[in-house]
Structures are given as structure tokens and as C-alpha cells.
């Protein structure tokens, strides 16, 4: 069984990402950074935020649906905005999405925000609303529940240091998997956490039994050459159970974002 967490960067390496995505088909899937506007039929549209102007694949989410069609898929939108399509506002939504392949049972879901609410009239002042989700599936071929909750982290325009919104936002991301997981359940939280791997943020993860899968295996960066900051890491992956792992890979190439991939094989 394969899990993979990826940022997908808004579908900006689209023409990358979803033939890696069609290629490799884990069977459970979960991506950050993901746009869903509805009310068109446009590829590209355009974002906006002051002197930051980035291009938006429209209808990402749509798209990966498109590349995962065994998968079921589940889109948890944190703020409704808009992006532009030349000087025409286009409304859309910004999230992040879990798709599992349709031969696990999903048993379970839990979705909730580990900070602010749900923005309806706007993508808000930075940092802003931030979303988790979370399945728990039934493998058959294990004979085991598995739970998988992922997040993705506010970002804090200071950088990656420890706040109390970072360590609220911790607190709510474990409950909201707590409130998942079964006892006996293999359970793994994941995501873009935008901090830095001595972060209380994965102190706080780790403390309750966890344990983060980056660093344990030595990797040095989640951040492709895309990225061109300083700082290498963003994304975690931790797990309940070591001895369930038979592999763990942050994986370089193909560079399909900003962020690795990292996959799990259990």
C-alpha cells in the first residue's frame, strides 16, 4: 500500500504532476495547494495578492480527478476567492483534497480547520484559514485500519518559527486525527506544515507516540530546485508504528512542484 503527500503548488507543474500522478496511481493521495473553480472552463487563470502574481491551474482539482479515476476524491475547501481571467474576477476555491483508491473502504473521515474558519468572501489576511482532512480506510490484503490525516500549514509571512498559532494549530491537527483513529489503528499524519523539523509543531506530534519519517531517515530537503529560498523543508510525514514501514522516499525526480513527493509504502 503507497501513500504519497505532495504539495501540488497550485497545478503550476501540471504537465509534470499528472502524468507522475497517472504513472504511479498511489493508493492514497494527499495533496495540498489544490484549486477548484467550478463556474469555468479555463485552463489558466491568474492569482493575486499585492506584487504576488502567480499562475493558477483553474480546475486542478478537476484535473487530478481526471489522471486518478479509480480513486474517490474529496476536496475540503478553506476560503473562496477569486482569480483573474484578464481583468474578469472568476470565483474559486482553495484547499486541499484526499483521493483514495476506490478498493480501500473508506470506514471513517474527519475534516476540520487547525486555524481560523472557512473564508467565504475572500482568501483573508495572511496567515489565513487552514484546513485538515482525514480517512480512515480498511486494508483488506492487511487486514487493518489505517487512518491518514493531512494538513496544510499556515504561513506566516515572519517565516517558519514557532508561534502560538503554529502550536494551537498543532494541537487541533492531533485531535482532529485522534478523533479519527481507532484503537490498534496504524495511524499517520502528513502535509506541507511550513516549519522547521526541530519545530514544536513536530516536538508536539511526536510526543504523543509518533514518529516523523524526514529526519528519522536522514533526508535533507522536501523542496525541489523549483524552490528558490533558503530554507529545504516543509513537509513531514510521521507514523504510529516503524515496523509497518517497508519504505519511505523523498522523492527528487521527477520534479513535479515546488515540494517532493514523499511516499510511504507500508
Given at each position: 500500500?503507497?501513500?504519497?503527500?505532495?504539495?501540488?503548488?497550485?497545478g503550476?507543474?501540471?504537465?509534470?504532476?499528472?502524468?507522475?500522478?497517472?504513472?504511479t496511481?498511489?493508493q492514497i493521495l494527499?495533496?495540498?495547494?489544490?484549486?477548484?473553480?467550478?463556474?469555468?472552463d479555463?485552463?489558466?487563470?491568474?492569482?493575486?495578492?499585492?506584487?504576488?502574481?502567480?499562475?493558477q491551474?483553474?480546475n486542478?482539482?478537476?484535473?487530478?480527478?481526471a489522471?486518478?479515476?479509480?480513486h474517490?476524491a474529496v476536496?475540503?475547501?478553506?476560503?473562496?476567492?477569486?482569480?483573474?481571467?484578464?481583468?474578469?474576477?472568476?470565483p474559486?476555491?482553495w484547499?486541499?483534497a484526499t483521493?483514495v483508491?476506490?478498493?480501500?473502504p473508506i470506514?471513517?473521515q474527519v475534516?476540520?480547520?487547525?486555524?481560523?474558519s472557512?473564508?467565504?468572501?475572500?482568501?483573508?489576511?495572511?496567515?489565513r484559514?487552514?484546513?485538515?482532512?482525514?480517512?480512515?480506510?480498511?486494508?483488506?490484503?492487511?487486514?487493518?485500519?489505517?487512518?491518514?490525516?493531512?494538513?496544510?500549514?499556515?504561513r506566516?509571512l515572519?517565516g517558519?518559527?514557532?508561534?502560538?498559532?503554529?502550536?494551537?494549530?498543532?494541537?487541533r491537527?492531533?485531535?482532529?486525527?485522534?478523533?479519527?483513529?481507532e484503537?490498534?489503528?496504524?495511524?499517520?499524519i502528513?502535509?506541507?506544515f511550513?516549519?522547521?523539523?526541530?519545530s514544536?509543531t513536530?516536538?508536539?506530534?511526536?510526543?504523543?507516540?509518533l514518529?516523523?519519517?524526514?529526519a528519522?531517515?536522514g533526508?535533507?530537503?522536501?523542496?525541489s530546485?523549483?524552490?528558490?529560498?533558503s530554507?529545504r523543508f516543509?513537509d513531514y510525514?510521521?507514523?504510529?508504528?516503524?515496523s509497518?514501514?517497508?519504505?519511505?522516499?523523498?522523492?527528487?525526480?521527477?520534479?513535479?512542484s515546488?515540494?517532493r513527493?514523499l511516499?510511504l509504502?507500508l
Open positions: 500500500m503507497e501513500i504519497m503527500c505532495l504539495n501540488g503548488w497550485g503550476t507543474l501540471h504537465d509534470r504532476l499528472l502524468p507522475y500522478l497517472e504513472a496511481q498511489p494527499c495533496l495540498q495547494e489544490v484549486v477548484h473553480s467550478p463556474e469555468t479555463k485552463d489558466s487563470l491568474t492569482y493575486r495578492d499585492g506584487d504576488h502574481v502567480l499562475p491551474r483553474a486542478f482539482f478537476r484535473e487530478v480527478c489522471a486518478l479515476p479509480d474517490t476536496f475540503c475547501p478553506a476560503a473562496q476567492g477569486v482569480l483573474w481571467d484578464g481583468d474578469r474576477p472568476v474559486s476555491q484547499g486541499l483521493f483508491h476506490a478498493a480501500l470506514v471513517g475534516q476540520g480547520f487547525v486555524h481560523k472557512y473564508s467565504p468572501d475572500g482568501y483573508g489576511e495572511h496567515p484559514s487552514r484546513s485538515a482532512h482525514g480517512v480512515r480506510v480498511y486494508v483488506p490484503a492487511r487486514k487493518r485500519f489505517v487512518s491518514v490525516t493531512h494538513m496544510h500549514g499556515l506566516d515572519r517558519k518559527m514557532d508561534t502560538p498559532e503554529r502550536s494551537e494549530q498543532a494541537r491537527l492531533l485531535g482532529l486525527a485522534d478523533q479519527l483513529t484503537p490498534g489503528d496504524l495511524k499517520i502528513c502535509g506541507d511550513n516549519v522547521e523539523p526541530d514544536e513536530i516536538r508536539t506530534l511526536e510526543a504523543s507516540g514518529t516523523e519519517l524526514v528519522h531517515t533526508f535533507q530537503s522536501t523542496r530546485s523549483f524552490y528558490k529560498k530554507g516543509a510525514m510521521l507514523i504510529n508504528d516503524l509497518a514501514v517497508r519504505e519511505f522516499q523523498v522523492v527528487e525526480t521527477p520534479e513535479v515546488d515540494h513527493p511516499v509504502e
